[in-house]
């Protein structure tokens, strides 16, 4: 009988423990869920060429860990442009990420890759309802997005842009480009005196750019003397301002530093991670 009695009373000492962990964590999680909004807008990570979907998963993981959202799913472009959806969305989860892949990732038509993004948006729109959504590129991504709006003004069928990230963007364009305009100065308000073909098209969008949406701008300096991020110069990332600061509820930037600031590492970049989480969700 003492035995039974001690065998009975280890298991429920186990069960006990076992239970405080999960109330535990539960807890925990809960408090890093206090610190965001608790909203349906979905925000979709667009990746830069030659790339894919892993491309974001530093930064949506991140945000995962934060606490941010319990829900990230994928968004699948074929080369011909059309979107599925890898996964599905709760009806009442909060803070959705989409990864979205492009599976020709080293197209260079910037009309089309921001008609892929505009797939991409429709799908999420039909199958969820969403009114408003968050957007976040890297490199060839914000090409994609800013395209998108460009070639989308005014459509009230789409949803309305709260929140854009711009990460290691070329607007107007990039080291070794071959018609790439060098020594271009910025004026204070981020016009440059010299533009490239791209950059010219992007002009539109002082006209056109959403009012009620909010813009955050990193970029990187590896600190080297170039005052680029390696593939693209820092004025470039910058001459954004001029397109979209005359018209955005908000517009910042954020220079990021170091080793870690190099094009391609700034999607890896743990500063990045934080400064983006806290500009789309922080409440």
């Known amino acids: 009988m003492n035995k039974k009695r001690l065998i009975l009373s280890t298991i429920l000492a ?37 790339s894919s979907f892993n491309a974001e998963t530093q930064m949506t993981g991140a945000a995962k860990k934060a606490g941010v959202t319990k829900t990230i799913v994928r968004i699948n472009v074929s080369p011909n442009g059309y979107a599925k959806m890898i996964g599905s969305i709760p009806k009442k989860a909060k803070n959705p990420i989409i990864e979205v892949n492009y ?21 999420l729109q039909k199958e969820y309802k969403f009114k408003k959504i968050n957007l976040v590129g890297h490199s060839m991504g914000n090409m994609a997005i800013n395209f998108y709006i460009l070639d989308n003004p005014n459509n009230k069928k789409l949803p309305k842009i709260n929140k854009i990230v711009d990460i290691a963007g070329h607007f107007n364009g990039y080291i070794g480009e071959a018609d790439a305009y060098s020594d271009v100065t910025l004026a204070k308000n981020g016009k ?20 009620e949406t909010r813009v955050l701008n990193i970029y990187g300096d590896k600190d080297d003397g170039t005052h680029s991020d390696g593939a693209v110069e820092n004025v470039s990332s910058k001459s954004l301002k001029y397109l979209v600061a005359g018209r955005a509820k908000s517009y910042q930037e954020k220079k990021i530093v170091g080793k870690m600031a190099q094009h391609s590492k700034l999607h890896e970049n743990k ?11 922080k409440k």
């Open 271 to 281: 500063q990045v991670d934080k400064i983006l989480i806290n500009f789309l969700w």
């Open 192 to 211: 440059p005196d010299k533009m490239d073909p791209a950059y010219k098209e992007l002009l539109g969008l002082r006209k056109t750019y959403p009012t």
């Open 14 to 50: 186990f069960l006990l423990v076992v239970g405080g962990l999960f109330s535990f964590t539960g807890c925990a999680q809960a408090a890093k869920s206090k610190k965001y909004v608790q909203e349906s807008i979905p925000t979709v990570f667009f990746h830069g060429y030659g």
């Open 103 to 123: 599976d020709n990732s080293k197209n260079t038509d910037n009309h089309v890759a921001g008609l892929w993004a505009k797939n991409v948006i429709e799908l």
